[in-house]
């Protein structure tokens, strides 16, 4: 039995300024494995890792590796025995290539000597090749996809002969397409006999990849099982503990709508994307567009937003047609993009200036902008949206992606939005700052605002609308009254058509 364990970590505890981070959290991973560590945000998953992996030292508790005790004193160390992690934040130097970056730690030798360029570049390539992936080792990092940036820090890793591999949330960050390619990754590692701690939040995901997963809550470690045994509805409780799941049931929502549509749709089509849409949304109601990726879901919100020119049709809000996307913000139209990293986020700026920043008129006078008011505001929504940090002048950057898409959805509520349209509002974030945003968004409605939401989770997606749409290959086959939804099986059914 122990010598299927690669790693062994038994009571560890830590504490950080006073505060006891782990306590007695145990861990362990089975050689060739793939193991998910879940847990809300700050349940100290990453300090675990941290601690594995010589980061920091811990103050009491056994590490194994191979059933042999290791106090590493540092990464350098812990990559010389094996072990590897690839941080939340990137380690890679952007101007540097490919091939420099992989080898940068670590040059290379032959014999004492340096190895040159040219044979960094052969190595380099013959790594990418072992992992599948198609980058010229020449190239320079600054020029990659996010997604191409963490098959090289992967392949950094594994240069380092790597025989245990911590990912910390790998396709935070990532699209859909970067995502299986990642996955691909790491069936073909765990088919090289490489074992795999995969950190994440999205539970399709660590569902398709994962063997077994272990859900830390306030430092200690709840709950370890293998997929096969776990339901979605146990890991939700194992993270939230006893408040699980209320967020996700739907009720009627008793609040009056309003009887004059706020947003109007009429025979709305954008060629190539969708066709002859047409629906309408009451102030206080959350209406759930439905539909598989690809179904044109996103191009109807951004053409809603004005992003987009339809090539044919009508859009109205409070009665005044919408051109374009200043239209649509005077009229109060606000949009969560699917994309926050790019699209909804300035990530070298404070959460002050982003929160501010669809909202500086308010907050301006003269062309001076009020700080004291901003930052009151600011604030606030820090406090409302339950957002970690230690204040509004933190950089957006630094942030976990829940926390990053609470200050996108801050930035719209503090613009007080008619209409609110959410792409996929929850994606990469953890349960707890899920039932947040789903809370927010309720809110939000119940004061009276419209809210159009697309989400690819139906659990969400039925947790909070009040009617929903079905898109199917562009177009608008079917609307659902939530009343009439007993499971999310008929949604499923609906959508697929
Ligand atoms: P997770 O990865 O599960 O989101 P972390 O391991 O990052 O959680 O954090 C666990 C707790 O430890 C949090 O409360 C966090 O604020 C705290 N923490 C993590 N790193 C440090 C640090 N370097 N100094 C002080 N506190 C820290
Ligand atoms: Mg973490």
Redesign the pocket.
């Known amino acids: 039995m122990a010598e299927t364990n690669i790693v062994d970590m038994r009571a560890i505890e830590?504490v950080?300024?006073g505060?006891q981070?782990l306590k007695k959290a145990s861990f362990s991973l089975r050689r060739g494995e793939v193991h998910a560590l879940m847990?809300?945000?700050?349940?100290?998953?990453?300090?675990?890792m941290?601690v594995l992996t010589g980061v920091?030292r811990k103050g009491a508790g056994t590490v194994l590796i191979d059933g042999a005790p290791v106090e590493f004193t540092g990464l350098a160390e812990a990559e010389r025995a094996g072990v590897a992690m690839i941080f939340?934040e990137f380690s890679l130097v952007p101007t540097l290539t490919v091939a420099q970056n992989i080898f940068l730690a670590r040059e290379p030798r032959v014999g004492r000597a340096f190895l040159n360029d040219a044979e960094a570049v052969r190595r380099a390539r013959a790594v990418l090749a072992e992992l599948g992936v198609d980058i010229d080792p020449r190239t320079p990092v600054e020029q990659l996809s996010v997604g191409l940036c963490q098959m090289v820090e992967i392949a950094k890793a594994l240069a380092k002969s790597a025989r245990i591999l911590v990912m910390?949330e790998p396709t935070a960050s990532l699209s859909e397409s970067e995502t299986d390619a990642l996955f691909k990754l790491v069936e073909r590692l765990k088919g090289n006999g490489i074992s795999i701690v995969y950190?994440s939040h999205r539970m399709a995901e660590i569902f398709q990849v994962c063997d077994r997963i272990t859900v830390?809550r306030d430092?200690e470690t709840v709950l370890t099982d293998t997929c096969a045994k776990l339901s979605m509805d146990k890991l939700v409780e194992a993270m939230l503990g006893s408040t699980a799941g209320a967020s996700m049931t739907w009720h009627a929502r008793d609040h009056a709508l309003g009887t004059t549509p706020v947003l109007e749709i009429e025979n709305l089509s954008l060629e190539g994307h969708f066709e002859a849409v047409s629906f309408a949304l009451k102030p206080g109601e959350i209406v759930g567009l439905a539909g598989l990726m690809g179904s044109g879901r996103t191009e109807i919100a951004e053409s809603i937003f004005g992003l987009r020119r339809p090539t044919a049709g009508q859009i109205r809000v409070g009665g005044k047609p919408i051109r374009n996307n200043r239209d649509a913000i005077d009229a109060g139209v606000g949009l969560v993009p699917e994309n926050r990293r790019t699209q909804g986020l300035v990530l070298d700026h404070s959460l002050l200036n982003n929160i501010m920043l669809p909202n500086l008129a308010r907050f301006t006078r003269r062309f001076i902008l009020d700080e004291t008011a901003a930052t009151a505001t600011a604030r606030d929504f820090i406090g409302r949206l339950k957002i970690?940090t230690d204040g509004p002048g933190k950089i957006a950057r630094m942030l976990?992606g829940g926390n990053q898409q609470k200050i996108v959805l801050a930035k719209w509520l503090a613009r007080q939005p008619k209409v609110l349209i959410l792409d996929e509002p929850t994606m990469g974030v953890?349960i707890g700052a899920k039932s947040d945003i789903i809370e927010i968004v309720r809110r939000l409605a119940a004061a009276g605002a419209a809210v159009l939401v697309i989400s690819s989770e139906f659990e969400e997606l039925l947790a909070m609308s009040d009617r929903l749409l079905v898109i199917q290959g562009g177009r608008l086959v079917q609307e659902l009254d939530r009343r009439e939804i007993g499971s999310e099986e008929v949604l499923h059914h609906a959508v697929q058509g």
């Open positions: 830590m950080f300024d505060i981070v847990g809300g945000n700050g349940a100290g998953k990453s300090t675990l941290k920091y939340q910390d950190i830390m430092g970690k976990s953890d």
